[in-house]
């Protein structure tokens, strides 16, 4: 059991006898009340979001999330395979677990990721934070072209799309942040 107000991004909650992903919180003093809780979640069960809020001096049931490292391998359509790092055991999850189906835009095979279980199932797929993918598709560098805030679009190997500085050009290695889904840098290689 926790109090409301030591909760934190990410943890997993039991709200209304359901597990609940916290997503965002913010702590509010309203008149002459006592502080609150504005947050929201991710219900783990139906993929809604449910916004709430919460006392701060309530307690909540925190459930435990086994976090594990799997390697991922390919998707079929909307099926997506994974390897256990130490086992081997493959399994398959859905488009809603992968990120909502953009996790293939931001992985390429072989790529390392962690899957979270809740009661032995899986719910959620956390991708690297950075992860560096080739640019197959991106007009060309402008002459005289410097670092500006002048940007461009660029696809990736993967099918992502990410804006890049003008001097970036088809065929480079480039780091890209999979939580912001923005370019960082050029891989130097």
């Known amino acids: 059991m926790n109090k409301a107000n030591e909760i934190k991004k990410g943890m997993v909650l039991k709200i209304d ?42 307690t909540l049931e925190q459930m435990f999330v086994d ?16 390897m256990h790092k130490e086992n081997y055991e493959q399994i398959e999850l859905t488009d809603d677990q992968f990120c909502e189906g953009e996790g293939t835009k931001w992985c390429k095979e072989n790529t390392d990721v962690e899957i979270h279980f809740l009661d032995g199932k899986p719910f959620t797929v956390v991708l690297p934070n950075t992860v560096e993918l080739v640019i197959t598709d991106t007009p060309p560098a402008l002459k005289g072209a410097t670092i500006t805030n002048q940007y461009k679009k660029a696809i990736l190997e993967t099918g992502a799309e990410v804006q890049v500085p003008p001097f970036c050009e088809t065929g ?3 780091r890209c942040d999979t939580r912001t889904r923005e370019y960082l840098e050029r891989v130097k290689g």
């Open 17 to 58: 006898d359901k597990p609940c992903e916290v997503l965002d919180y913010q702590h509010v003093k309203l008149g002459k009340g006592g502080a609150v809780l504005q947050t929201k979640f991710k219900d783990l069960q139906d993929g809604g979001t449910l916004n709430k809020r919460i006392r701060s001096e309530e």
């Open 67 to 82: 976090k594990q490292k799997y390697e991922y391998l390919y998707s079929n359509g909307s099926t997506h395979f994974f």
């Open 172 to 174: 480079e290695l480039i």
